[in-house]
Nanobody, 128 residues
Framework: QVQLVESGGGLVQAGGSLRLSCTASGRTFSTYSMGWFRQAPGKEREFVAAIVWGGGITYYADSVKGRFTISRDNAKNTVYLQMNSLKPEDTAVYYC?????????????????????WGQGTQVTVSS
């Protein structure tokens, strides 16, 4: 069983930046593709970004492309989400997720059903 713990959320003004972290337990983190999702009040959870287990391929939702960057440090069992130029519509609970199937196609990383493990989430609030 893998446990994921997110951190780094908080309150920030529009135009500001935050960096979220997600640290995983276990010794096989480097073989997991990782994703970030978010859920705003009254809305469905949606895909934000993903990074393939090898680290060389990333994938973003159109709404965050050019503003958010996903990265990973396998030595620290941690995946990051650097969020710049934040907007009020980025306000949500942000979740990280892990996919243990090394054969998952990149396009499938946008689907919640791809992932095997989920964190508890961290709140991000962007004020206008």
């Amino acid at each position: 069983q893998v446990q994921l713990v997110e951190s780094g959320g908080g309150l920030v003004q529009a135009g500001g930046s935050l960096r979220l972290s997600c640290t995983a337990s276990g010794r096989t983190f480097s073989t997991y593709s990782m994703g970030w999702f978010r859920q705003a009040p009254g809305k469905e959870r949606e895909f934000v970004a993903a990074i393939v287990w090898g680290g060389g391929i990333t994938y973003y939702a159109d709404s965050v492309k050019g503003r958010f960057t996903i990265s990973r440090d396998n030595a620290k069992n941690t995946v990051y989400l650097q969020m710049n130029s934040l907007k009020p519509e980025d306000t949500a609970v942000y979740y990280c997720a892990a996919d243990r199937d090394v054969l998952t196609l990149r396009v499938h990383l946008a689907s919640q059903t791809t992932y095997d493990y989920w964190g508890q989430g961290t709140q991000v609030t962007v004020s206008s």
